[in-house]
């Protein structure tokens, strides 16, 4: 695909401003340089997280979409107009929490196909040094916008000019699952007006499901109880959002990080973010089966297993049970359940 | 034209069977827990459907890309018992899928009785994807659902083949029939709801001790 378009804007926080001032930018004609630089940051892999627009489902509209189509595909009298709409939404979407920044709205095309990125880059004062013969200078350079800050987002949606295309995208954003939520939501909820395509039942669902095929595959005494330990921290965890890979990198290590993530159901899920829903993974995995010598089983939910708790699990490479309660029900059954 | 699409559809139909698979477990998971479901299934459009839809002259506008516009190559339903239970499924499937469309059909007019149910058209989520399907310009990315109560469904399914895609028109005594049938599966279902509501009463009146 080849860079057709590109337009910059310098994007300051605008939000409650009572006289906001329009972006400063416009189209930025392409040369080699810029075409090799910004067609790379195109299929940027850093952008993992998969979203969905919100799109109003009696008229099939959503603002952001329909200007990034527009963008996309009109010609250029609309396309400048869309890029503009999109740097204003941006900036009254900013309040004073947000830096200053750098948004880069770029089209690459393949026949009837488009590629649309949205790059921003937070603004930042940098220092310039020239030195030469005996003297030095430093210059402090303050329209400056940084390529490699972690407040940096992208968002790259991709397809033809129907209706059935250009639904969902990938997206770049380190606070969508590390920061609070407001900070969270400002670029795909409030700005890009998309949600989370792996909802939050359905990840919480994928993450339990893998945490089951793991712990079923797991080979050592010791490997399961990384693995419940995991479990009971997530439970107990106060961060709301997670990913597969984040799940992994926070709470497991060697062959069982590897089996976990394996486990997933495609790979190109391991890196979507989605909510944290504590009900649902609760349902889908919330018991502990233990197999004792001679053909006893003991069932528990699991924040009734622990120290203090009706059972107590002791040992590592040989467990000990140790159940104690009172009975309030009883069966007579062929098997065990 | 139409030889050449079918082929291709046909070289899609492996594909789209695997998806529909991933769907469908994804629906009864997403639908655990709730009562009154009946049944929930999902199925790919048979070839011949899917190329009657695909170049139907009546299309306004003609499909340009069939293979990939075309939303209910991948479709399900889910039927449930009470008309209470049509929008509890809908709020549950929401905590799983994007919904592109969400709409009640129903007749035009208020004084009609026909063919009713609530139709979602939903983004196809990442989980149940396959690899290298969002690179392709000859998949979908949506797929149908649609909820309907019991009675909805035994009336649209067998009023299916004979007026809503019958080539000829239908003399005036049967779609009477047929009208007769939509309402009285309508107010079937009205009085299952009542009698739903009835029963909720009764149990809220034993709680309280009333």
């Known amino acids: 695909m080849k860079l057709v378009r590109l337009y910059a804007y310098a994007v300051s926080p605008m939000k409650n401003v009572e006289h906001a001032e329009p972006p400063s930018g416009g189209a930025v004609r392409v040369t080699p340089d810029i075409r090799t630089t910004f067609e790379g940051m195109a299929v940027s892999a850093e952008a993992k997280i998969q979203v969905d627009f919100a799109v109003d489902t009696t008229t099939r509209t959503n603002d952001s979409r329909d200007r990034v189509m527009q963008f996309a595909f009109e010609a250029s009298a609309a396309a400048r107009s869309a890029a503009t709409s999109l740097a204003a939404s941006l900036a009254e979407r900013m309040d004073r929490r947000s830096s200053a920044c750098l948004l880069v709205l770029g089209s690459l095309r393949d026949a009837d196909r488009a590629r649309v990125f949205i790059l921003t880059f937070p603004k930042e004062d940098a220092l310039r040094l020239r030195s030469g013969g005996e003297e030095a200078t430093i210059q402090v350079l303050t329209d400056v916008f940084s390529q490699t800050s972690r407040l940096r987002k992208a968002a790259l949606f991709e397809g033809k000019n129907r209706k059935t295309a250009f ?31 792996m909802h939050g039942e359905a990840g919480t669902r994928e993450l339990a499901k893998c945490l089951r095929r793991t712990y079923e595959a797991a080979e050592t005494p010791a490997e399961k109880e990384e693995l419940y330990a995991a479990i009971l921290s997530v439970r107990r965890s106060p961060r709301p959002r997670w990913s597969l890979r984040s799940f992994a990198d926070t709470y497991l290590a060697g062959r069982v990080k590897t089996e976990f993530i394996d486990a997933a159901s495609n790979a190109a899920i391991v890196d979507s973010a989605f909510d944290f829903v504590p009900t649902v993974f609760d349902q889908a995995l919330n018991f502990r089966v233990f197999r004792l010598e001679g053909e006893v089983f003991v069932s528990a939910p699991f924040d009734q297993i622990g120290n203090g708790r009706p059972v107590v699990v002791t040992g590592v490479e040989e467990k000990h049970l140790r159940c104690e309660g009172v009975v309030v029900d009883e069966s007579l059954k062929t098997r065990h359940a | 034209m139409r030889e050449e699409l079918g082929r291709r559809y046909r070289d899609n139909a492996p594909l789209l069977t695997r998806v529909r698979d991933r769907l469908e477990v994804e629906t009864t998971e997403a639908l655990k827990g709730l009562n009154h479901i009946d049944r929930v299934y999902f199925r790919v459009k048979d070839h ?73 058209v939903c983004v196809i989520p990442p989980q149940a994807l396959l690899p290298d399907w969002e690179g392709r310009d000859d998949l979908p990315r949506t797929f149908e659902l649609q909820v309907r109560t019991l009675f909805m469904h035994a009336w649209a399914e067998p009023q299916h083949d004979l ?48």
């Not at chain 2, 002259?57 to 008309?83: M, S, W």
């Open chain 2, 48 to 120: 011949d459907s899917f190329l009657n839809k695909a170049l139907d002259p009546r299309n306004k506008p003609a499909y340009g890309d069939p293979l990939a516009e075309i939303e209910d190559q991948i479709a399900g339903r889910v039927l449930v018992f009470f008309l209470e239970d049509v929008e509890a499924v809908r709020g549950r499937l929401a905590g799983t899928f994007s919904f592109v469309e969400s709409v009640r059909r129903k007749p035009a007019k208020d004084e009609e009785f026909g063919y009713e149910s609530h139709h979602l």
């Open chain 1, 167 to 197: 639904l969902s995208g990938k997206v770049l954003d380190f606070q969508a699952t590390t920061g609070s939520h407001p900070a969270a939501d400002f670029w795909i909820t409030d700005f890009l007006q998309c949600v989370l395509a």
């Open chain 2, 163 to 210: 007026g809503y895609k019958a080539s000829e028109e239908l003399p005036r005594s049967v779609k009477r029939e047929l009208a007769w049938i939509a309402a009285s599966a309508w107010g079937a279902d009205g009085a299952f709801q009542r009698v739903r509501e009835w029963q909720a009463q009764m149990g809220a009146r034993e709680e309280s001790g009333t």
